[in-house]
């Protein structure tokens, strides 16, 4: 057999397919050498082959750049992946065809023994049943004595396959002398087989001059062998230089690859170290930034610590010291916001009220403080007709929590949130003409409310303040809901 290789195109690693040897039998397969080029990154080669007349897959791995394979006569494809050391593919080449033709060697099962030459000189008919051939076998007379060869004029019935499988039944030769002949037969893998004397009867006689040119045929034949035998062993050599060439710049480019990877390396190296550097200095100079950090804190605690103790000196120095407590008192006018029912049954929208408020500020910044307030809001709603006078008062207790920002010298803005009770209680009295119900109703009843509060805040001097705002209140009442707002001014002492 031999190996044709028909490429589709060219491949990633440069691969090549080898005969190894032609077979010194006529066996259906061989050995077969595919080899590739190295890729520099990689660690092993998977190479998958696929019978394109089955459809048949196989797989082959090695570390090599080269495998070995004893594959029968068919049409296949393969292509070569590369692996590198973390087992991830590093390259494929794209597929290559190629066949694989059967070679033989040539059976001679019958041939005419006897054979009579025309009277004009003509060609010769062989009968002959010859199997394992192909059409490119060569189909020779040989005679030992005058060193002649003859080769077959025509060839009857040859099929068109490449393999060496085929069969004729029928030679001719052209100007057969008379004499003892063999047919030799050759087929394109090297293989011959040679027959039985073949007796060519006839009148026609070799003269001298006959003689040698038969002889000058099979010297000029020898001669064609020999010549093509120095083509061929001239061309290996300069395939040979040629693949030591591409040999020498492949490793040229490989060094200057691994060169490159390493310079990449170094590179790398470098800039790693670099980055651990500046990652290390970013982390003496955070460690440096904490513990500045921890002492400016240290130091402010120990100012702080320093201050209080100097205040405190001064304060047993001095005697009392002004401390933030307040209290408030003062008027202001409630207006109903919403609960038609409630406003239809009493005649004034407003009502005046009376403002008291405690409030504490125990938490200071340099800017603002936070504390507490406990406020009580009173107000009355009255309804008279020709029946009876009525009298709705309103109590809210409520506590808040208190926001005081400065503004400005001695003048602050406040915000207060919180909750608290509203105490209604209801008062009717009846005319005498109403003489149906002269006894009065007293009810009290009591409901949750949420408070808000926006209002400004001075303190011109240490022990007077005053402040003017607006509070508002929203009573959850179960069956209706009224919500007050009281704008109010008030004036205080602090302690």
């Known amino acids: 057999m031999e190996i044709k ?10 691969i090549i397919l080898l005969v190894l040897a032609f077979p010194l039998f006529a066996d259906d397969s061989f050995p077969q050498k595919i080899e590739w080029k190295s890729n520099a990154n990689a660690l092993e080669y ?21 495998t070995e394979l004893s594959l029968p006569p068919a049409r296949y494809r393969y292509r070569v992946h590369a692996y590198d050391f973390l087992g991830k593919e590093a390259g494929v080449s794209s597929w290559t065809n190629f066949e694989v033709f059967k070679a033989s060697k040539p059976k001679i099962n019958k041939i ?8 004009d000189g003509g060609s010769i008919g062989i009968s002959v049943d010859i199997a394992d051939v192909n059409k ?39 100007n057969v002398p008379p004499g ?36 000058d045929e099979a010297v000029n034949e020898a001669v064609k062998e020999t010549e093509e035998k120095l083509r061929k062993e001239m061309n290996e050599k300069l395939s040979s230089e040629i693949e030591k060439a591409i040999a020498e710049h492949d490793l040229k480019k490989e060094r200057a690859e691994a060169d490159r990877i390493e310079a990449e390396k170094r590179a790398e190296e470098e800039r790693l170290e670099a980055e651990r550097k500046a990652e290390e200095e970013a982390r003496l ?31 047993k120095k001095l005697g009392y010291q002004w401390k933030d407590f307040i209290i408030e008192g003062g008027a202001g006018v409630t207006n109903r916001l919403y609960d038609d029912s409630f406003k239809e049954a009493y005649d004034e929208p407003l009502a005046t009220a009376l403002n008291i408020r405690a409030m504490y500020l125990p938490k200071k910044t340099s800017s603002a403080k936070f504390g507490m307030e406990v406020c009580y809001f009173g107000q009355k709603f009255t309804h008279e007709t020709n029946f009876l006078n009525a009298e ?22 406040q915000l207060k949130g919180g909750a608290g009770i509203n105490m209604l209680k209801k008062s009717i009295s009846y005319s005498s003409s109403y003489t149906a119900r002269t006894a009065s109703e007293d009810t009290t009843y009591f409901y949750p409310l949420v408070a808000g509060n926006l209002s400004i805040f001075c303190n011109p001097l240490k022990f007077l303040v005053f402040e003017a705002g607006a509070d508002f209140s929203h009573v959850f009442g179960g069956s209706f809901t009224l919500g007050m707002l009281t704008p109010y001014a008030c004036a205080g002492i602090r302690f």
Do not use: C
């Not at 190479?47 to 750049?65: A, D, M, P, R, Y």
């Open 392 to 413: 709705l008062i309103s109590n809210v207790f409520d506590a808040k929590i208190v926001w005081q920002q400065n503004l400005m010298p001695a003048i602050y803005m």
């Open 180 to 215: 003892n002949w063999r047919l030799r037969v050759t087929n394109p893998s090297g293989l011959s087989s040679l027959s039985d004397i073949i007796v060519v009867d006839g009148e026609k006689m070799f003269t001298d001059v006959e003689v040698a040119l038969i002889r």
């Open 46 to 66: 998977k190479v998958e082959l696929q019978n394109l007349s089955t459809g048949k897959t196989q797989s082959i791995t090695t570390e090599k750049t080269s």
């Open 136 to 174: 490119n076998s060569k189909f020779e007379l040989v005679n030992e004595s005058l060193n002649g060869i003859i080769s077959a004029s025509d060839k009857m019935n040859m099929g068109q396959s490449s393999s060496e499988t085929d069969s004729i039944s029928h030679l001719d030769f052209k």
């Open 112 to 119: 005419e023994r006897k054979l009579q030459v025309p009277k």
């Open 5 to 14: 290789i028909h490429p589709l195109s060219r491949l990633v690693f440069g």
């Open 285 to 315: 100079a955070e460690i440096a930034r904490i513990e500045e950090e921890k002492r400016a804190k240290e130091e402010a605690k120990r100012a702080k610590k320093e201050e209080k103790l100097r205040r405190k000196l001064e304060r």
